[in-house]
């Protein structure tokens, strides 16, 4: 854990994680010697603060486990308190001597592929860092939809203090990826529902559609990439073609004017936003009248 390239003791930065790579492969080449181990299904336990929320269909994946077995490690730790049970190694409710980091579907297929144990990789991290490993880990399927990866990324964010690009190189992916994902959840929650409920995943084409400048434009662009087929391209194009056509109708920036009695002198002040409050002109022309008096000073 002393390891100054270690990125607060969960995954070592100088580590980029690539798609064509699974991330327990990265982790048993990171370490000088064999940290693999066969260990009975019965002495684990999943972690029940585990970042994902469902598993899926396993149907795929038991049989593949009773076809090949086991072809990739899932990731354990010592369980809290599992020295009191050292002693009963083969397992029962009280032999569990491990909790899962990543891997759990493997860990349930393989329960159900009726397998006494499985290959496993133990590190001994902490609650906050297991964590941060299944997360990332967890960034790696394929599965995703755009909004659980950027949700994702959030909790990298906020919960571990990464950085974009810290994101990035943990992932394998651009930090420019990374900001984008990110930026999806501006969508507000009802452009977000009707994405799901028009079964929508691809994220470029969700990056065009937040270029709207409502939610009602949103929804509607969303409805009609359903009914129509369009790909990002055609929405692209769309959305050009509706800002060319509605540059006459947007709203004016707001100009106060004002004319002495006697005609002797006007006054223009232009705004950039099209509605100003009194409070806000009053003080416009307070720094106004400020600035003269300190240039008349000098």
Do not use: C, W
Not at 72 to 78: K, S, T
Not at 219 to 240: C, F, M, P
Request: charged residues 35%.
């Amino acid at each position: 854990m002393s390891d100054p390239a270690r990125k607060r003791g969960g995954l070592p930065m100088r580590v980029k994680m690539r798609h064509d790579n699974h991330f327990v492969e990265e982790l048993t080449a990171r370490h000088e010697t064999p940290v693999g181990k066969m260990i009975p299904l019965s002495a684990i336990e999943p972690d029940p603060g585990q970042p994902r929320s469902t598993m899926g269909d396993l149907d795929d994946l038991v049989q593949s486990i009773r076809d090949k077995g086991v072809l990739e490690p899932i990731l354990v730790r010592p369980r809290p308190g599992a020295e009191e049970a050292e002693g009963n190694s083969e397992g029962g409710p009280s032999g569990v001597l491990y909790r899962i980091i990543s891997g759990e579907r493997r860990y349930r297929a393989s329960q159900e592929a009726g397998l006494y144990e499985v290959p496993a990789i133990e590190m001994d991290v902490t609650d906050q860092e297991a964590l941060e490993i299944a997360l990332i880990e967890n960034l790696q399927r394929k599965d995703l939809t755009p909004f659980e990866e950027a949700e994702g990324y959030r909790m990298l964010a906020e919960s571990h203090q990464y950085t974009h690009e810290e994101i990035a190189e943990a992932v394998g992916k651009s930090r420019t990826v990374i900001t984008e994902s990110l930026s999806l959840l501006q969508m507000p929650p009802r452009v977000r529902d009707t994405v799901q409920a028009l079964g929508l995943t691809s994220k470029s084409l969700l990056l065009e559609v937040l270029k709207a400048g409502s939610e009602g434009e949103m929804i509607e662009l969303l409805e009609e990439v359903a009914r129509r087929g369009l790909n990002r391209d055609d929405l692209r194009q769309r959305l050009r073609r509706s800002e060319k056509g509605g540059r006459s109708s947007r709203r004016k920036p707001y100009v106060f004017r004002f004319k002495s009695p006697d005609r002797s002198f006007s006054l223009s002040l232009a705004f950039r936003q099209s509605e100003v409050d009194k409070d806000d002109l009053i003080q416009a022309l307070e720094q106004i009248l400020a600035d003269l008096r300190q240039d008349n000073e000098k």
